[in-house]
């Protein structure tokens, strides 16, 4: 599959096992930026015990607000074999987490779906997650059929111009959407253990963007009428400006109470029943993460 490259929707077509690079600055190799214990996650997936999370460098997208551009943007990170990378599974599972979280995965399917038998074969039983931006070829997402307990993908964007705009990423809408529902006829609705963490299922993140509320509502409206009733959502406020962000007219701000309130009145409005809404208040400079490649 990587000899002529078509994991995600940019269908690059690059070499990259002869070392060529697309869109994603990706070749053959696995780049790691971050392992971490993440306690900041939706509530069934940290719980208590936090999330194991393994954050992938570089990027399909070019998130102009990205708050991790240093490892989406700019792929800081470390090489790291796929055994290595089995090892890494298995080293979270020893630290008691709930689940391994792969954060921005998709350049790199086919080499975690072979660390994923490895780490099988030597251990591993705790819940996988593919946390995603969405931007992904369904046909991708069907070899991951198997392999992955929990779905974890952004619904960013209803209007291809703000796609392009602000991720340089057309048809975003489209592509998610399909990909979406490839995730959901694989794992179906969210299961949780008698603790309340999540087992299986699909979760749909959608970010608040300030100065673009009917982006939100039409996302929330696709939800409710094209998904099976019950979906979880979850919605999230932390955005601030950052990275190239801070230089855009409508995106140089937080959201602001009267935004939240309006997407807060709407869930209900529509009858969204699942999920989660993040609190405006706690949502000062969204999570960050440290950037430590000694642990990697």
Not at 201 to 214: D, E, T
């Amino acid at each position: 599959m990587l000899e002529k490259c078509n994991v995600c929707p940019r269908n690059c077509k690059v070499n990259r096992l002869k070392g060529e690079i697309g869109f994603c600055k990706c070749d053959d190799k696995i780049k790691l930026a971050l392992v971490s214990i993440h306690k900041f996650e939706e509530p069934c997936i940290s719980g208590k015990n936090g999330s194991g999370t393994i954050f992938f460098s570089n990027c399909n997208l070019r998130c102009i607000y990205c708050q991790n551009y240093e490892i989406s943007q700019e792929g800081v990170g470390k090489e790291v074999s796929i055994q290595r990378l089995a090892e890494i599974f298995i080293e979270q599972q020893n630290r008691n987490v709930n689940n391994i979280n792969l954060v921005t995965p998709t350049m790199y399917i086919y080499q975690i779906i072979e660390a994923i038998k490895i780490a099988k074969e030597n251990g591993l039983k705790i819940p996988i997650i593919y946390n995603s931006n969405g931007y992904e070829n369904i046909e991708t997402i069907k070899a991951l059929d198997g392999y992955i307990d929990v779905y974890l993908p952004d619904l960013k964007y209803f209007y291809d111009e703000i796609a392009i705009k602000y991720s340089s990423a057309p048809n975003y809408f489209d592509i998610a959407t399909k990909a979406i529902q490839e995730m959901y006829r694989q794992v179906g609705k969210v299961e949780l253990d008698q603790n309340g963490i999540i087992k299986k299922g699909v979760i749909i993140r959608h970010l608040i963007l300030p100065n673009h509320i009917q982006n939100s509502k039409n996302i929330l409206k696709w939800i409710k009428d094209d998904m099976p009733n019950g979906v979880f959502v979850s919605i999230m406020a932390q955005y601030f400006p950052t990275y190239k962000a801070k230089e855009d007219n409508f995106l140089n701000r937080k959201v602001s109470r009267k935004e939240y309130n309006e997407i807060q009145n709407y869930i209900y409005k529509i009858g969204l029943e699942n999920g989660y809404i993040q609190d405006l208040e706690d949502c000062e400079e969204g999570y960050v993460p440290n950037f430590n490649l000694e642990n990697v």
